[in-house]
C-alpha cells in the first residue's frame, strides 16, 4: 500500500466554483501534514500546513484534517484559472517536525474560465 | 539570499556513466532531502538528511548514494547511470515548521 495517495484526478472545476482535494496517508503516528502547488516545470510551494484536527482556513484555501480517518482534504473556494497546477500532499511520519516526509502522485486541477 | 541552490540544472548521460547533483542551502536548516519526480508519480523521496552526520533511505533509494558534507551541503551521486533513472531531481531544505523548500530541479536524461 502507498502510504499517501491522492485522488487520481484529474480534476477539472468552472471558475468560481470549489475544487475539493482528497489525500488519505497510512501511518497512524503521523502529526504534520501538508499540501503544495506545483506549476507546470516549476517547484512545488507550500500552500498549507495542518497539525490538529479539525479545519484551517487561509483566505480561500482551507485544510481539513481527520487523524482518526487518516485523511487529509483541501478545499479551494472561488477557484480561478490560476489555481491550476498540480496539488501535492505531503505526510511527515512519526511525530516529529522533521524526518521522512513523503508525498502523494498529486492531482491534476484545472479551472476553465 | 539564495535559498537551496542545486546544479547541474541539465545533464545528459549514457548508460554507466557517472555523476553527482550538488546542493546547498543557505537558511541554516538542519534536515535536507533529495526526491525524484516523474509524470504521474508525485514526488518520490529518494533519501533525507534529518541532521548533519546522518542520512537515512527514502522510499526509492536503490541506485544511488548521498553525503552530507555538511550542514548546507548535501549531494546526491549515481555511481552508474540507467535509463530508469531519467527524471527530475529536487533538493529541499526544511525549516523548524516543518515546511520543505525546494531548489528549482536537476533534469537528468540517460540514454
Known amino acids: 500500500q502507498k502510504e499517501v495517495e491522492q485522488n487520481s484526478g484529474p480534476l477539472s472545476v468552472p471558475e468560481g466554483a470549489i475544487a475539493s482535494l482528497n489525500c488519505t496517508y497510512s501511518?497512524?503516528?503521523?502529526?504534520?501534514f501538508f499540501w503544495y502547488r506545483q506549476y507546470s516545470g516549476k517547484s512545488p510551494e507550500l500552500i498549507m500546513s495542518?497539525?490538529?484536527?479539525g479545519d484551517k482556513e487561509d483566505g480561500r484555501f482551507t485544510a481539513q484534517l481527520n487523524k482518526a480517518s487518516q485523511y487529509v482534504s483541501l478545499l479551494i473556494r472561488d477557484s480561478q484559472p490560476s489555481d491550476s497546477a498540480t496539488y501535492l500532499c505531503a505526510v511527515n511520519w512519526g511525530g516529529t517536525s522533521y524526518g521522512k516526509l513523503t508525498f502523494g502522485q498529486g492531482t491534476i486541477l484545472t479551472v476553465h474560465p | 539570499n539564495a535559498g537551496v541552490t542545486q546544479t547541474p540544472k541539465f545533464q545528459v548521460l549514457k548508460t554507466g556513466q557517472s555523476m553527482t547533483l550538488q546542493c546547498a542551502q543557505d537558511m541554516n536548516h538542519n534536515s535536507m532531502y533529495w526526491y525524484r519526480q516523474d509524470p504521474g508519480m508525485g514526488l518520490r523521496l529518494i533519501y533525507y538528511?534529518?541532521?548533519?552526520?546522518?542520512?537515512d533511505k527514502g522510499e526509492v533509494p536503490n541506485g544511488y548514494n548521498v553525503s552530507r558534507l555538511n550542514k548546507r551541503e548535501f549531494s546526491l551521486r549515481l555511481e552508474s547511470a540507467a535509463p530508469s533513472q531519467t527524471s527530475v531531481y529536487f533538493c529541499?531544505?526544511?525549516?523548524?515548521?516543518?515546511?520543505?523548500?525546494f531548489g528549482e530541479g536537476s533534469r537528468l536524461t540517460v540514454l
Open positions: 538528511s534529518a541532521s548533519e552526520g546522518t542520512t
Open positions: 495542518i497539525y490538529s484536527n
Open positions: 501511518d497512524r503516528g503521523s502529526q504534520s
Open positions: 529541499a531544505s526544511r525549516g523548524g515548521t516543518g515546511e520543505l523548500f
